[in-house]
Structure formats: C-alpha cells, structure tokens
C-alpha cells in the first residue's frame, strides 16, 4: 500500500477506534458490560468493513482508473447495507447490548467517513506523475525562428 494510502488509512481508523473506546465507556456504565462489548464489537465491524473497503478502491483506482468513481459509489452503498444487514442479524441477540452496538456503529461509521474525507482533503496527491528521466529536454516541433 502506498505511503499516502496507508496514511489516508491510519488517519481514519485511529478516530474511529478512539469513538470506539468513548462508547465502549460510556456503554459500560450505561448498560453495564454486555453494552460494552456491544460497542467494542460494532467498532471493531466499522473499521473491518471499511478499511476492506478503502484497500478495495484503492486496488481499482490502481487497475482500472476508469471504474474509480463508479466503483466508489457502489462500494459506499455496498458497506452502508451490509451495516444494516449486520444490524438487522444481531438485533435480537443476547452476546451484547443491541442498542449500545446500533448507536456505537452509527457513530464509527460516521466518524470514519467524516475522518477519511478529511485525510483525504488534507493530502498532498499528485494528480500527474513526474517523469523520472532526469536532463530529457522535450524537442521543438514547432518552427523556430
């Protein structure tokens, strides 16, 4: 992964799990332990889910730079449903909290979207390579006079 994708990456995750750790706190003393692991569960699926997401559209931006906006937006979509998908299978479960995990994985993925947008706004990505020929001066094509 490059060094501007593995930053993007690292500054996401690390707003993320520090939401994680808030809610894991304040789901404790809220609904006592199970609220707690329900919090440090849904964390732990955010950060899963998108970070397959992002090393998944990073792979694409790599090989097919042409499917770059197409493929962000279903994967967007994709991650969004498959939250509510794994929402909607714990919703009923006894291992944890269910509330606590619903308003801790609305919460992570907020953060996380809102935490890469901006890692992303603040980096500096070029948007042409530069050539690595170095004394190559381009020729004149056009009449000199």
């Not at 809220?30 to 950060?47: S, Y």
């Amino acid at each position: 992964m490059p060094s501007n994708d593995a930053r993007i990456l690292l500054q996401a995750v690390v707003p993320t799990a520090a939401v994680g750790a808030v809610a894991a706190v304040v789901s404790g003393v809220v609904a006592g332990g199970k609220g707690a692991i329900g919090a440090i569960v849904a964390t732990l699926v955010v950060i899963l889910f998108m970070g397959i997401g992002m090393v998944v559209l990073q792979r694409t931006a790599k090989s097919l730079p042409h499917l770059f906006q197409a493929m962000g937006l279903l994967l967007y979509a994709t991650q969004i449903l498959l939250l509510f998908v794994f929402l909607a299978m714990f919703k009923n479960t006894t291992l944890f909290h269910p509330k606590a995990f619903a308003f801790t994985l609305l919460a992570a993925t907020l953060v996380w979207i809102a935490a890469q947008t901006r890692a992303h706004m603040k980096s500096k990505i070029l948007y042409v390579e530069p050539d690595s020929s170095t004394g190559s001066k381009p020729e004149k094509t056009g009449p000199s006079s």
